[in-house]
């Protein structure tokens, strides 16, 4: 099984204890993703561009430790972006520095041909569609030419409205896909829609939708379904349970599990994101979930 994503991962500065400390980790929804599914066994290709700098170093560095197959081009007049976590009354808010990244020039030319050569499917995110013209026409791109071949098309809209004037220029920069996997509000706001069943019609195709503690909602035979977690976690850091149950959901499709099933699997996967304080350290390996899928 093999699956290719692309998108920009910075630099992370996490607070620790009274925030006056910072520890330096790595962070993106993509790279997020390709790690939780590389634990459950499934070899992942991430495509990206990062400066010729030690965030750069450090992103490509600790991504192969984890084993994806890091192919970034390293990009000497752009940076690699840092963002800073905030937490304060239970939230997590992040302060981003990315403009002018080297992510941002992304273009169809970072990803040759050859590389969908033995995929079985593409992860794509609405966050690679709002860094600038050549990242959306990347993402476009590989989505049709992952048609093209017969391979799926997942998207994660991963909205972040300090990226868009409006929810609806971000809904209309999406590439067309087989699945989408977006949070409830998320979705309602991105497709003007009032309620989950308005949603699901909206979307257009097959989907999950994250309704927080009581798990995901699937297009299942034309209906519904609604899959709850087995357990709830105590939160202490929600940034990357969505990219976490995008794994748990997509190894499920891969394995060729019925919707319902693969929504679980996301459920047990996003429940090991919120565990901890970084985007992915806590995501289980196969091992320790396999029982529970």
Known sequence: MRVLTVGETMALLDPLGDGSTYKLRIGGAESNFAVALTRLGVRVTWFSRLGADGFGDLVERTLTREGVDVRATRDRDRPTGCYFKQRAGGATTMLYYRAGSAASALSPDDVPDEALDGIDLVHLTGITTALGLGPRELVHDLARRARERGVAVVLDPNYRPALWNDPADAAAAFPRANWVLCGLDE???????????????A????????????????????????????????VVDEVGAGDGFAAGFVYGLLQGWPPARCANAGNVVAAGALRGGGDWETYPHLADVEGLF
Do not use: M
């Open 187 to 201: 979705g309602n706001l991105l497709f003007g829609t009032d309620s989950r069943e308005g949603l699901a019609e």
């Open 203 to 234: 979307i257009g195709t097959q989907f999950a939708i994250r309704v927080g503690e009581r798990g995901a909602l699937v297009s299942d035979d034309g209906g519904l379904v609604q899959v709850t977690p087995s357990r709830l976690e105590d």
